[in-house]
């Protein structure tokens, strides 16, 4: 079992930033492919980003792209967002995936098999 948590959430005001962090544990030795995704009261869950296991090749939702960053640092497990020029339309629930098993490159939230139990970023305008 591979144990995700995130960290870094909280509330910022338009136009700040935010970088959200999620480690991945469980595993000895192996890298996984990760991922965001969000989700705001009332509304479906959406992709954020996705980052192959060795960082060569990254995703993004349309709604944060040259907005959002992802990143991972390997020695670590960990996986950062790097959220600038945050909205209140950013305003939502984050979860990290760890994607083990699926589809290389998918934005589908099926498509990964582990996940965090999310970190709330607020942003007031």
């Known amino acids: 079992q591979v144990h995700v948590v995130e960290s870094g959430g909280g509330s910022v005001q338009a136009g700040g930033s935010l970088r959200l962090s999620c480690t991945a544990t469980?595993?000895?030795?192996?890298?996984?492919?990760m991922g965001w995704f969000r989700q705001a009261p009332g509304k479906e869950r959406e992709f954020v980003a996705r980052?192959?296991?060795?960082?060569?090749?990254?995703y993004y939702g349309d709604s944060v792209k040259g907005r959002f960053t992802i990143s991972r640092d390997n020695a670590k497990n960990t996986v950062y967002l790097q959220m600038n020029r945050l909205n209140s339309e950013d305003t939502a629930v984050y979860f990290c995936?760890?994607?083990?098993?699926?589809?290389?490159?998918?934005?589908?939230?099926?498509?990964?098999?582990?996940y965090g139990q999310g970190t709330q970023v607020t942003v007031s305008s």
């Open positions: 995936a760890v994607a083990e098993f699926g589809p290389p490159g998918s934005q589908q939230w099926a498509a990964f098999d582990y």
């Open positions: 469980g595993r000895a030795g192996v890298t996984f492919a």
């Open positions: 980052i192959s296991w060795n960082g060569d090749n990254t």
